[in-house]
Nanobody, 124 residues
Framework: QVQLVESGGGLVQAGGSLRLSCAAS????????MGWFRQAPGKEREFVAA????????YYADSVKGRFTISRDNAKNTGYLQINSLKPEDTAVYYC?????????????????WGQGTQVTVSS
C-alpha cells in the first residue's frame, strides 16, 4: 500500500556532497518514522539515520554524525538525506524505509516498507 522511490544517488569524489530524496505514496503514507540504511558489497545492511515523522527527532549512526542530515517534508510525504564530506567508505546502495509502528529506530527488521535503493559511489 506504500511505495517508496529514492533518487539522488550518483558518482562523487571524496569530499563532495549528495542529497538523496525518498518520496512516499500510497494510502497509508508515513506513520511513525522514516529511516535510511545502506549496504556495501559483501557487507550487511546497516543503519544510517532516522527521523520521527511527527516529532522531527533525528537519530544517526556514529559513522555519519556531523556529515549527514536527515529531514522530511510532511506535506509532501518526502524524506531527504543530505550527505556531506563523503568518504570512499560511504559507497553503498542507500535504501529508505518507513516504520508504521512504535519501536526501535535502529533495527531494519522493524521497518515495513522499503524503496528500491539508490547507488552512491565515492571515488578517491
Amino acid at each position: 500500500q506504500v511505495q517508496l522511490v529514492e533518487s539522488g544517488g550518483g558518482l562523487v569524489q571524496a569530499g563532495g556532497s549528495l542529497r538523496l530524496s525518498c518520496a512516499a505514496s500510497g494510502r497509508t503514507y508515513v506513520s511513525y518514522a522514516m529511516g535510511w540504511f545502506r549496504q556495501a558489497p559483501g557487507k550487511e545492511r546497516e543503519f544510517v539515520a532516522a527521523i520521527g515523522w511527527s516529532t522531527g527527532s533525528t537519530y544517526y549512526a556514529d559513522s555519519v554524525k556531523g556529515r549527514f542530515t536527515i529531514s522530511r517534508d510532511n506535506a509532501k510525504n518526502t524524506g531527504y538525506l543530505q550527505i556531506n564530506s563523503l568518504k570512499p567508505e560511504d559507497t553503498a546502495v542507500y535504501y529508505c524505509a518507513t516504520k508504521v509502528f512504535r519501536g526501535n529506530y535502529y533495527d531494519d527488521s522493524g521497518y515495513n516498507f522499503w524503496g528500491q535503493g539508490t547507488q552512491v559511489t565515492v571515488s578517491s
